[in-house]
């Protein structure tokens, strides 16, 4: 079953922002597509089965951010 959720990234504020929160967020297991708005740091993942947020939390601090 495929799963679309949205989160909201504090820190963000160029180009290479969001290519580091949508590359640590890509290496998730079963994240099929992350699409970033940094005007507003909505993140939406699409993956495979829903994702558990201490996974994403913990790959969006790895890409040096937080979760609002």
Request: hydrophobic residues 40%; aromatic residues 2%.
């Amino acid at each position: 079953m495929r799963s679309t959720q949205t989160y909201t990234v504090t820190g963000m504020t160029c180009g290479h922002c969001v290519a580091s929160v949508t590359e640590e967020v890509q290496e998730i297991t079963g994240v099929e597509d992350v699409a970033v708005d940094l005007a507003t740091g909505a993140v939406t993942v699409t993956s495979t089965e829903p994702l558990d947020e201490s996974a994403v939390r913990a790959a969006v601090e790895e890409a040096g951010y937080q979760l609002a």
